[in-house]
């Protein structure tokens, strides 16, 4: 499948399978033989993809991040949820788009509750998503459903992908922050496994709402950070061109924050990226969450609540002297 | 201490411009620009005599002002601030940490402890403003834990006042983190059945608003504080117009039902006793009395 969204650093790889499609073409009308030429070139996209990928920087994967051809929460949850029934709405004010909650059963075989950040395909969509930033009752809703999942005893799986929770004035006054707080502060003692999927962006405290289980699994070109970089680098290098270098700096990258032990599993993706293949990103994901619920779902509640808090009270590097 | 915070500059500085003022003895307030004495500022709380505005003060000068005399034991002093990201921008973080050490004579931006209130013991987190605008890294996190934990393990009421622009960007996951793991601290506190009354001073933004600032059992905040989770200036860049006045002020959001009082600076300790007073049976408080 042709890529519609290229990246700058992806132009020669896309460049290169043009160049074979159009041999095959050629191939194909005539009897001149292609095949040997093909196989050629075909190998030297795999290397060339393979060299690309290797060497990121983080900015490139930023990009990666946010390539609108990523798969989204409802693709994961089309991809391995089966009889999915979505619920709408916070039961307070309204249902926002840009988080997608609802049941339905993993792998057609036992009951989960599903809860995403939902960015749109296209303009159209992406305005009903907010671009997957969410208002208060998003996380409200996402909250609700959580609590509904407790109630019956499914597990719960998150996808985390979103640019941040929505700064604007409506969210403000209806409690952007008390709604995240509250959030953070369930989950933390949720009685059901919880498995948190990052799959995007992690843009802050809009994205740390669905963050908190016990066990976090992030995709290889997924970031993380407190702030997006266009954000730290007008703050700090007073120009959001400086983008690149806070994306370096505040290490973002799914590496960094496995040795800064916030997650638990790299979860890999397909050869240059989940957007290349997405079905293959979705089923390596559906994997890892198969073995992490396995594992989870064994476990009885205190241990796995003790657990989720010992990891959380573990984060953090800091000093401590003696004077 | 007085004398000090107005070298630093902690509360409004002098604008030397409109002419000879004799250092020390006035000072412009931020709020309103008007000159008033410094003295009566300072008999006030640190507010201002002519339109009530609340300068922001260190955590030791809150401390000062709220605890019982000479009743406060600090804790977890010894808490510093390493650099695990190797963070740099127009300055290394490292260099940032070593000069707001100097410059406010903690280590990092809360200083926690134990004391009394009107004889009531507390567990006490304040935020210092001054170093790095009170945000919340690795450092603060895992003191306002640890203070959470005591509150919860001594079953004594617990009290944060927050003074935060929100999480430190030089620490970025591990500052994101810190909300969770005091959230996490915070519902066990609930779950003891152990009081917590969260002070909002001004600002109180972005990840500390988002996390354990807007979770108290009760919640009070000091007049025409910023509490909010985006900044005025990121939301207006955002939406392309300008906010209303009084926008993320402590009123608002009181009117929006995010906050339950807000008290003035010279009622704030007689308001704390009376809210811990009622979170005690009268059995304790004879007990206290007896002891």
Same mark, same amino acid.
């Given at each position: 499948m042709p890529q519609q969204f290229v990246l700058d650093f992806e132009r020669p790889i896309v460049e290169m399978e043009r160049k074979i499609i159009e041999l095959r073409t050629i191939g194909e009308g005539s009897r001149i033989n292609v095949e040997e030429e093909t196989q050629k070139l075909s190998k030297k996209l795999k290397r060339m993809i393979r060299d690309t990928y290797s060497k990121l920087s983080p900015w490139e994967r930023v990009q990666v991040a946010r390539h609108p051809q990523r798969p989204y929460t409802l693709d994961y949850i089309n991809g391995f949820i089966t009889d999915f029934v979505e619920l709408r709405g916070d039961r307070r004010f309204r249902d926002d788009k840009s988080i997608v909650a609802g049941l339905g059963r993993f792998e057609g075989r036992f009951t989960v509750a599903c809860i995403g950040h939902q960015k749109g395909r296209g303009t159209r969509e992406n305005i009903e998503r907010n671009f997957g930033m969410p208002h208060p009752e998003g996380y409200r809703k996402a909250l609700r459903v959580m609590k509904l999942a407790e109630k019956f005893g499914f597990p719960v799986i998150t996808f985390v992908d979103t640019p941040g929770a929505y700064p604007g004035i409506g969210g403000e006054e209806r409690g952007q922050s008390e709604a995240i707080a509250l959030n953070l502060y369930e989950m933390s003692r949720l009685r059901v496994p919880i498995v948190v999927c990052i799959t995007g962006e992690g843009g802050s405290g809009g994205a740390l709402a669905l963050s908190v289980g016990d066990r976090l699994l992030m995709q290889e070109n997924a970031i993380y950070a407190v702030i997006s970089p266009e954000g730290c680098a007008s703050i700090?290098?007073?120009?959001?061109?400086k983008a690149p270098q806070a994306a370096e700096a505040m290490k973002v990258t799914a590496k960094d924050l496995m040795e800064l032990g916030i997650i638990d599993e790299i979860v890999k993706e397909p050869l240059g990226g989940a957007h290349r293949d997405p079905d293959r990103a979705i089923s390596i994901m559906k994997r890892a969450i198969r073995r992490n619920l396995k594992e989870l779902m064994a476990k009885p509640v205190e241990q796995l609540l003790e657990e989720r808090y010992q990891k959380l009270r573990g984060i953090g590097v800091y000093s401590e002297s003696d004077t | 201490m007085p004398a000090e915070w107005f070298k630093k500059g902690v509360i409004g500085r002098i604008k030397s411009s409109k002419g000879k003022i004799p250092e020390g003895l006035w000072i412009r307030c931020e709020n309103c620009k008007e000159l008033v004495y410094k003295k009566e500022v300072e008999r006030k709380g640190k507010v201002c005599p002519k339109c009530h505005y609340h300068f922001r003060i260190s955590a030791s000068e809150r401390l000062e002002m709220l /605890? #019982?005399?000479?009743s406060f034991v600090e804790h977890d002093a010894n808490l510093s601030p390493l650099d695990p990201l190797k963070f740099k921008d127009s300055k290394r973080y490292t260099d940032r940490i070593k000069e707001m050490q100097k410059r406010t004579?903690?280590? #990092?931006?809360v200083v926690c402890g134990e004391g009394t209130i009107g004889g009531y013991p507390v567990e006490i987190a304040v935020f210092e403003f001054g170093f790095m605008g009170g945000s919340m890294g690795s450092v603060v996190g895992e003191k306002v834990t640890r203070s959470i934990e005591r509150s919860r393990e001594k079953g004594i009421p617990l009290i944060i006042v927050s003074c935060s622009g929100g999480a430190? /960007?030089?620490?970025s996951p591990l500052s994101l983190f810190q909300m969770a793991k005091t959230c996490a601290a915070l519902a066990r506190l609930s779950e003891a059945g152990v009081p917590y009354i969260s002070l909002l001073a001004d600002p109180t933004t972005g990840g500390v608003s988002a996390s354990f600032s807007l979770l108290g059992d009760i919640i009070l905040s000091e007049p025409k504080a910023l509490i909010g989770f985006a900044g005025p200036r990121v939301i207006e860049d955002t939406i392309k117009q300008k906010l209303p006045e009084?926008?993320?002020?402590a009123e608002f959001l009181m009117e929006h039902g995010f906050i339950d009082m807000i008290v003035d600076r010279e009622n704030l300790k007689p308001t704390m006793i009376k809210i811990l007073s009622l979170f005690t049976t009268k059995e304790e408080r004879k007990k206290d009395a007896a002891a």
């Open positions: 700090l290098w007073r120009t959001a061109e | /605890m #019982d005399k000479e004579g903690v280590k #990092d931006a430190r /960007m030089q620490e009084g926008f993320q002020r």
